[in-house]
């Protein structure tokens, strides 16, 4: 690397380090996300202004509000701003879902963004609130599980999340995906429900067998030794948003980023092509997952990625995925406690831990084939 470079770098660096120790507005404020969008509107309006005292003075003529998406954990809003000026300003007020601090480490969250923001991820954030966050407002549509799969875009997606895998988020960079797995089982294993159906359905889960499980992966991807990067964790397409000429890819969404597995990452973007169906049969096949893997493990030159490095690369995917599956299960069923959100999450938890049964058999046996052919080279 020449000298300038070392430079270039060393700016960006400084540059980044600015950004993040730049103090971002906060208010106490929070928002009834339970209300109807007129009624929520006012709060949101005092919201702008209270983070924002430029904007202290306007009326409520100058704001508009509208809902951009409700998913099942948060909901989006589009507010557009007209300034004296006359210029428009659009941001994103994303508010939290009831209850997401039993899945979700908010202050994990809050310390990530901002490296990613600066780092060229994701929403500019504008300000923090009592239930939610500000960010810049990104002009693209949400892909689709279907787009996932184009050639073109799923290239994409495995450029940018290799970017993505090289951010260095300051602090511990302890592994957390195992942590986290069984902090889910412990609270998921101790509910209790009010509705009799749902009990039901509850208690025929064996949360011993559900345990063994998590121990038995663990015990064996740990042989593995998949590198350790900061991952999104949860890469489905309604985090994913592209312009509409398709020129510019966005990761939005790092509720669920930590210091994980490069396997992992990658594994659990794979069952996502499968929706929020769990149609598995969507799952890609191995030559879409050696696509995937060339343009993440050599992005300017993917065909010169050795048939080694993708084997490795495809065992190490797979066996994760099976992870993927145990997370998301024992997470949906803590949703199914805690969520006031209309989603069968306790038939989510079914669907997920049901696949991870079905595909165990053959990821173990090509995990284990590979481990044993490495320990003979």
């Known amino acids: 690397m020449g000298a300038e470079k070392i430079w270039n770098a060393m700016e960006v660096a400084e540059e980044a380090r600015e950004t993040c120790n ?9 928002i009834e996300i339970s209300l109807p969008l007129p009624q929520m509107k006012p709060q949101i309006i005092k919201l702008c202004k209270d983070l924002f005292r430029k904007w202290s003075h306007l009326d409520e003529s100058h704001f508009s509000v509208e809902t951009v998406s409700g998913g099942i954990t948060n909901l989006l809003l589009k507010v557009s701003v007209r300034e004296d000026s006359g210029n428009d300003v659009f941001l994103t007020v994303r508010l939290y879902g009831p209850n997401t601090e039993y899945v979700i480490d908010r202050q994990r969250e ?4 901002r490296y990613l923001s600066a780092a060229g991820f994701g929403a500019e954030l504008f ?10 407002f990104i002009n693209a549509r949400t892909l689709s599980p279907s787009d996932m799969k184009k050639p073109k875009l799923a290239a994409e997606i495995a450029r940018q999340l290799r970017k993505f895998h090289q951010v260095v988020i300051p602090g511990s960079r302890e592994p957390q995906l195992w942590n986290d797995i069984f902090k889910f089982l412990e609270r998921a294993s101790g509910l209790k429900f009010d509705d009799n159906e749902k009990q039901r359905r509850y208690a025929m889960i064996s949360f011993e067998e559900v345990y063994d499980a998590v121990n038995e992966l663990k015990d064996l991807t ?12 949860d890469l489905l397409s309604g ?4 312009t509409d000429d398709e020129e510019k ?3 939005i969404d790092f509720e669920y980023g930590s210091y994980s597995y490069r396997g992992y990452d990658i594994g659990n973007h794979f069952n996502e092509y499968a929706g929020f ?9 191995k030559d879409a997952q050696y696509h995937f893997f060339r343009h993440y493990l050599k992005p300017d030159k993917p065909q010169e990625v050795s048939d080694e490095d993708l084997e490795a690369l495809y065992i190490e995917t797979n066996s994760y995925k099976l992870a993927s599956h145990l997370y998301w299960a024992l997470w949906a069923l803590i949703q199914a406690k805690m969520s006031p959100i209309d989603f069968d999450y306790l038939g989510y ?8 049964k079905k595909q165990k058999a053959k990821s173990f046996s090509l995990l284990q084939s590979f481990l044993a052919g490495s320990q003979i080279r």
């Open 239 to 242: 985090n994913l948003m592209v």
């Open 127 to 136: 300000g923090v609130f009592g239930n939610g966050m500000v960010q810049s």
């Open 249 to 251: 890819l966005y990761f």
């Open 222 to 233: 740990d042989c593995l030794n998949s590198p350790v990067v900061y991952s999104h964790n």
């Open 277 to 285: 169906d769990c149609d598995y049969s969507l799952y890609p096949d």
């Open 349 to 356: 938890f079914f669907l997920r831990y049901e696949e991870y």
């Open 22 to 30: 730049s103090e971002i507005p906060s208010s106490s404020l929070t």
């Open 110 to 113: 809050l310390q990530s963004i």
